[in-house]
């Protein structure tokens, strides 16, 4: 929880002009006591053609924390924010797990995350036990995904758990930040049953660094 008496600020994943947001990040920083990095929600580099991917690649969280540090920023200013949910990819041909190929069209171009459908963690938990393929990790990307059959259309869906929510948290201690944030805690299911709790106890457990 951020502190009630101090200014925070919400900047994307990487100062490097991403997203079309330039902003002089240095100078807010010093305006402010907090700044709350969108570690996620990252367009993919697509090189090697328009297949779904993880919206915040550990590669690409570190990255972009690394960088607002070069800039001269305090780490202790940083708070790493993540999401507890994940994209549903309509492949568009499936050419076998993690060659999800998608649909290149005005709405989501650059390929990415735009492509697909939000989902939370709670429905994803619920659906990977009927997958086609059960969980998959992905050791580039460093996040986990798993593929279903909806009719005749595949479809992939790549997501935060605690495996690898615990990794991107390793990243505090790595960069000395200010700590951890979550976007929309109530993705996960807080009802009284004993999965669904032991569940939500891993998703927050995750964000202590190891």
């Known amino acids: 929880m951020l502190d009630a008496d101090k200014v ?36 993919n580099d697509m090189r090697d053609g328009c297949v779904a991917r993880s919206s915040a690649a550990y590669h690409h969280v570190l990255s972009g924390m690394s960088a607002y540090i070069k800039l001269g920023i305090d780490s202790r200013k940083l708070v790493m924010g993540v999401r507890w949910s994940g994209y549903d990819y309509t492949c568009q041909r499936f050419l076998g797990a993690s060659s999800c190929e998608l649909e290149m069209t005005a709405q989501s171009v650059p390929c990415s995350y735009s492509a697909a459908r939000k989902i939370p963690y709670k429905e994803i938990v619920q659906r990977l036990p009927r997958s086609l393929t059960g969980r998959f990790w992905d050791d580039d990307q460093k996040a986990p995904y798993f593929v279903y059959l909806d009719g005749r259309t595949y479809h992939e869906v790549w997501y935060n ?32 049953d004993a999965r669904a709790a032991m569940q939500a106890e891993e998703m927050w457990n995750a964000l202590c660094p190891p």
């Open 8 to 43: 925070s600020f919400n900047v994307p994943w990487s100062p490097n002009c991403k997203n079309e947001r330039c902003f002089d990040f240095l100078t807010i920083s010093q305006a402010c006591d907090i700044l709350f990095v969108a570690s996620f929600d990252i367009p």
């Open 161 to 192: 758990d605690p495996e690898s929510i615990s990794m991107r948290s390793s990243i505090l201690k790595k960069l000395k930040l200010r700590g951890i944030g979550v976007l929309a805690a109530n993705n996960i299911n807080y009802t009284g």
